[in-house]
C-alpha cells in the first residue's frame, strides 16, 4: 500500500544582518528535538502556507509585489493569488516564530518599532499563537501591510519521496529591519545562532550544528559573498537595494 504523504507547501526566511567588524551573519534556529520533522535540527524561520495567507483580504493587505508577478516566480500551476500565499506565508511564519514583522506603514514608508509597539506586537503575537487573533487581524489593527517586497526570492526544494513528512519549500532573503531583535526561543525555536556562512559550515564539518542539505546549501551559496550589500546587490531588485528595511546604508 502506498503511504506516501502529500507534499504541503511551505516557505522560510535566511534572515541577514550586517557583522562586526565586516561581512554579514544569517540567522539559524533549532528545532525542538520533540518536533516531528526537523526536531533538534538546525534551520531557518519558517512553515507551511496556510489558505488565509491567500485569502482575498490578505492580498489587499499586501505592499511591494503584485499577484501576477509572483506567480512569475514561482509558477504557472498556481494561481495568481495562491503564488502570493508563499510571500505573506514567509513574513507571518518569521513574525510567528522569531517576532520579527515585515511590513510597512499605511503610507509606504518602512515600519517604525517604538518602545509602545514592541509591547503591543509581543501582545498582539502571544495572540496569534494561541489562535485568538489572525495575521491579517494584526496588520490591520496596526494599520501596517505586509511588505513582500522586503522578500527576494531564493530557492526552492522538496522534501525527498522516502521521507514521511514532505515539504515544497520556498526560501527567501530578507535583511534584519534595523528596530527589531528576533527572539532567542519560542515556541517552535529552541535556541537559536547568529553566525557568518563560513563560521556554520565549520560548526557544521565539526558536527556541531546538524542540518538538512537545503540549509547547508543556502549557507555555501552565501558564503561566497563577502557583504551583506553584495547580497542585496545580487538577489534584490534595484528599487530594493537602497530603500526601506532592504537597506543597508
Known sequence: MNTQQKTKQAATVVLLRRAEPKGFEIFLTRRPASMPF????????????KKEDFAAGMIDRCFGLAPEQARKVSGARFSPDEAMGFWVGAVRELFEEVGVLLA?????SPLAVDRQRAVRLAQKHAALLHNSLSFLSLLESERVYCDLSSLAYFSHWQTPAQVSIRFDTRFFLAALPGDQTPFGTSAEVADSLWLTPDHALKLLDRGDLPMIFPTFASLRSLADFETLESVVKEFFPPSRQSAGNTSVE
Do not use: D, M, R
Open 104 to 108: 510597512v506603514e499605511e503610507s509606504g
Open 38 to 49: 526537523l526536531g533538534g535540527k538546525y534551520c531557518y524561520p519558517g512553515g507551511s502556507i
